[in-house]
């Protein structure tokens, strides 16, 4: 089982720059495919990208493809999302999630998940 904890949320203005970062707990942080999914009001939860256990493959959603970047750290059990040019559309709460059995992009896919962190993008 592992923990999640997101992190680096926040206020940011329309064509800046932000990083979210997603901390966990226990020892097989390498076993797990990592994702970040956000879910903006009213709406229900859209994967934003993804990255495989070793980092080695990542995928992104068409809406912030070219300007979002997933990257982790195994050694220090972390994953990041770094997000640039942001836009209004990108307002939303961030989740991180880990996945046991195979990466996709279906939310069901993902079996544990933090709690999430605000970004919110002022036009």
């Known amino acids: 089982q592992v923990q999640l904890a997101e992190s680096g949320g926040g206020l940011v203005q329309a064509g800046g720059s932000l990083r979210v970062s997603c901390a966990a707990s226990?020892?097989?942080?390498?076993?797990?495919?990592m994702g970040w999914v956000r879910q903006a009001p009213g709406k229900e939860r859209e994967f934003v990208a993804l990255?495989?256990?070793?980092?080695?493959?990542?995928y992104y959603a068409d809406s912030v493809k070219g300007r979002f970047t997933i990257s982790r750290d195994n050694p220090k059990h972390a994953v990041y999302l770094q997000m640039n040019r942001l836009n209004a559309e990108d307002t939303a709460v961030y989740y991180c999630?880990?996945?046991?059995?195979?990466?996709?992009?279906?939310?069901?896919?993902?079996?544990?998940w933090g709690q999430g962190t605000q970004v919110t993008v002022s036009s």
């Open positions: 999630a880990a996945a046991v059995k195979a990466y996709g992009t279906r939310t069901s896919m993902y079996d544990y």
């Open positions: 990255i495989s256990k070793s980092g080695g493959y990542t």
């Open positions: 226990g020892r097989t942080f390498s076993s797990y495919h």
